[in-house]
């Protein structure tokens, strides 16, 4: 019998997170309590409230069938703030602890904020500037301090490959980003990710509704293979890859059989191999939609001749555009 290794764990149940989201502590349009009714609703289980600048613990929130993580997401503007033309890093600093409450900087708001809340914050002294070693120093002490790090929407950031490529220290990033899109913004960010894979990162690509308008509300997230829910075994499945992202279709199986990659998923229009090298394969559907697709794995382990940077990754897509991407997996991940 062939020996199959499993990419995606194998675990009763997956859960439905969206990572980034505000509410009316920022400049979202729906208070804590809706947001999360509105998520719930919706089917997910987790949710990170990454209000601008500024950092709560949100477990008193928390039920025996949904989860709040702890994040915030912070802005390092390139010159005195244009938004039509400044570029900017916006970060997110997700807690591995509930109870975390570090931030780099007293950053700038615009929006008042309860003095309750930011008494609680714990300010770190770094000064941070647009410029690659100020934003890498900031993400090794966030990394230092406890925190899986997440680039965000690079798109509407205005940002381009010397502006990201030299990110050390990335946890994750929007591969997509709702609220961007919904502002017109093609926050589809598939160079971006590769780049990065490219440039020696294993990071992780991520669907989010940075929800501030209810009309983004559960249109991008991703699916975590955690063992439980609860607070330590989905830091550890984040940290581990251990999902996918998506903006529609599932992902059922990921394996490793006879030298071949497996995929198994909803109703797809295509399913694409996207590698390091020139690897990359589609699967078309021909008359009924794909259900499954099979890429054979001989010449991307012959040619990889023990890269350990050597990655590859899968992209599902449906009839209607949307799509499901994988983590990336190396050489190592493959060999049964
Ligand atoms: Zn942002
Ligand atoms: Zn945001």
């Known amino acids: 019998m062939a020996t199959v290794k499993h990419l995606l764990p194998q ?13 009316t502590i920022s400049d979202g349009k729906l208070t804590k309590e809706e947001v999360k009714a509105a998520y719930k609703d919706l089917g997910y289980q987790i949710l990170c409230l990454t209000d601008h600048n500024t ?16 994040g915030v997401e912070i802005n390092i503007n390139s010159q005195e703030w244009n938004r039509y033309t400044s570029k900017t890093y916006h970060i997110i600093l997700l807690a591995k602890e509930p ?23 714990c300010y770190g002294d770094l000064t941070p500037k647009y410029d690659i070693d100020s934003i890498n120093e900031l993400i090794a002490t966030a990394n230092e301090k406890g925190f899986l790090v997440m680039y965000n ?4 950031s205005g940002q381009v490959y010397p502006d990201y ?5 990335l946890w994750g990033m929007e591969l997509r980003n709702t609220e961007c899109c919904m502002l017109g913004y093609d926050e ?14 294993r990071v992780f690509p991520l669907g989010t509704d ?29 940290e581990n890859g251990d999902f996918y992202m998506s903006c529609g279709p599932e992902i059922t199986g990921l394996y490793v059989e006879d030298n071949a990659l497996k995929v198994t998923c909803s109703d797809a229009q295509r399913v694409n191999l996207e590698a390091y090298g ?25 040619h990889s001749d023990g890269d350990p940077n050597a990655f590859l990754y899968i992209t599902v897509t449906a009839q209607d555009g949307s799509y499901a991407t994988t983590c990336p997996y190396y050489l190592k991940d493959l060999l049964v």
Not at 101 to 108: G, T, V
Not at 210 to 238: E, F, Q
Not at 282 to 298: G, H, K, S, Y
Request: glycine share 4%; with cysteine; proline share 8%.
């Open 11 to 23: 675990v009763p149940q997956y859960f439905k997170a969206n990572l980034h989201t505000h509410c």
């Open 55 to 70: 950092i709560i613990d949100h477990s008193d929130m928390n039920d025996p069938d949904f989860l709040m993580l702890t």
């Open 99 to 121: 109870d975390n409450l570090w931030c780099p900087a007293r950053f700038s708001r615009w929006f008042p904020v309860d003095p309750e809340i930011d008494n609680k914050i």
């Open 153 to 156: 929407h690079p798109t509407w």
């Open 165 to 169: 490529a030299p990110l050390k220290g």
């Open 188 to 201: 589809n960010n598939f160079r971006v990710y590769k780049d990065l894979l490219k440039a020696g990162n």
């Open 210 to 238: 940075d929800m501030h308008y209810p009309r983004s509300l559960g249109k991008s997230w991703i699916m975590l293979g955690a063992s439980a829910l609860n607070y330590k075994s989905v830091i550890t499945a984040l």
């Open 278 to 302: 020139r690897f990359s394969k589609v699967v078309l559907a021909q008359d009924e939609p794909l259900r499954e697709a099979a890429f054979p794995l001989e010449n991307f382990i012959a």
